[in-house]
């Protein structure tokens, strides 16, 4: 009988410990950094551009030739189009990825640039793309494209799990990059003009920019394969192919101190530093797309005293409204 107490009073401390250490975990995943002070720094000006970039560990790069994409109807073609065009590699990264038409569509277009020889590489969020589809996923790896799960759930790094990919990329012979907010699912197709269809942005970006979506990917890929991707083959020398100057912000997991290369990295979270400095320096106003923003705690007025922003596809921009999206599911965790 005491041995069956014994048991019985471990299980609970074991129990107890799991729970403490998963709030803690939580806890620590949503907390936010406090901003106290900023110092000031010209809006309008290359003195802005080069503390955007050092911040963002990417420095700001001109001449590139940017398109702005707005709902499926107009990215979606311009993607599958370049996977179509690719003639030696695709690197692929994405937190949503479903079952549906867009879905089977994008698995022909990877398939099919495997088949004629192109390198593809996916790497897909363990939580955000659990509802794809088996056969997809042996209809891509059939044709030899390379598929990997981006942090699955494992006993002994459970932890990680709460901390996801929100990625969403596509690197085209290293050349061609697209990036912004769109999955794939159905939910993304069309117009955005119905309740079936969300509204969504994307970018192609071309010239030197390329280079950091590029560095992204390979991030991701090294930690989920432990393989590290380099070359001149995947960061080929990019030419100036337009006027529009710029920085690439690749976000990290916030208070990650100590990390490594594999656990994450020392910044502390240089997406939402920007966010803030953008936020808190805007003379007049901000525009911003998003369906989720929050504001650092020092305020939400810029130096301006007016709004801070004006933005769609969201709740209002206030404090009250952090992780809420009114009129369209929450899709990410």
Known sequence: MLLIWVVIGLLLLG????????????????RQDDVVSVPTIASQSDEFMRTFGSVSGHAAQQSNGVELYQNGAEIFPPMLEAIADAHDSVH?????????????????????????????????????SKKIPESLLQRMK???CKVCWFRRAQWYDWEKYNRRTHRRLLVID?????????????????????????????????????????????????????????????????????????????????????????????????????????????????????????????????????PISQQTGGAPCEPSHLGRSPGRRRRDS
């Open 15 to 30: 129990a107890l410990v799991f729970i403490s250490v998963t709030q803690s975990v939580n806890a620590e995943a949503g």
């Open 92 to 128: 692929f990264s994405t937190y949503v990825y479903e079952a549906g038409h867009v879905p089977d569509v994008f698995a022909s277009a990877f398939a099919d640039a495997a088949k004629r020889g192109v390198e593809v590489r996916l790497i897909l969020d363990r939580h955000g």
């Open 142 to 144: 059939a044709a030899g």
């Open 174 to 306: 290293g050349t061609i990059g697209f990036t912004g907010g769109v999955g794939i699912a159905d939910e993304w197709d069309g117009a955005g003009d119905n309740p079936l269809h969300w509204r969504d942005s994307h970018v192609r970006v071309r010239g030197p920019a390329v280079a950091a979506l590029q560095s992204a990917f390979v991030d991701n890929w090294n930690e989920a394969t432990g393989e590290l991707v380099l070359g001149a083959r995947y960061f080929p020398e990019l030419k100036r192919v337009g006027d529009t100057t710029v920085s690439i912000v690749q976000s990290r997991q916030c208070h990650q101190r100590g990390a490594t290369l594999r656990g994450g990295d020392h910044r502390r979270c240089n997406a939402v530093t920007l966010h803030h400095e953008c936020l808190l320096r805007a003379d007049t106003a901000l525009r911003q797309s998003t369906p989720r923003c929050s504001f650092p705690r020092s305020g939400s007025q810029g130096r301006g005293g007016g």
